[in-house]
Nanobody, 126 residues
Framework: QVQLVETGGGLVQAGGSVRLSCAAS????????MGWFRQAPGKERECAAA????????YHADSVKGRFTISRDNAKNTVYLQMNSVKPEDTAVYYC???????????????????WGQGTQVTVSS
């Protein structure tokens, strides 16, 4: 089992920045690719960003590319999502998730992720 706890959400003004953190425990963190997913009211959950086990392969959705940055620190068992120049349409519950994959793989589909955090709300005011 892997336990994931997200922190860092809240209310932020459009154009501002916020940093989400996800602390993992229970298993070897570097055995897992990590993803940040988000779900807005009435919309499907989407992968905002994902990172391979050692950070060599990274994905950012087109909607966040150039504004959000995913990173991880395996020594601290933590994955981050730096969100800059946020927009009202970034308002959502953000979830981190862990996928047990081989080195270099970086899943984007939620079905490939076995473990999920409880989510943290990010609200961007205009």
């Amino acid at each position: 089992q892997v336990q994931l706890v997200e922190t860092g959400g809240g209310l932020v003004q459009a154009g501002g920045s916020v940093r989400l953190s996800c602390a993992a425990s229970g298993r070897t963190f570097s055995d897992y690719a990590m993803g940040w997913f988000r779900q807005a009211p009435g919309k499907e959950r989407e992968c905002a960003a994902a990172i391979s086990r050692y950070g060599g392969v990274i994905y950012h959705a087109d909607s966040v590319k150039g504004r959000f940055t995913i990173s991880r620190d395996n020594a601290k068992n933590t994955v981050y999502l730096q969100m800059n120049s946020v927009k009202p349409e970034d308002t959502a519950v953000y979830y981190c998730a862990a996928a047990p994959v081989i080195t270099g793989r970086m899943p984007r589909r939620s079905s490939e992720y076995d473990y999920w955090g409880q989510g943290t709300q990010v609200t961007v005011s205009s």
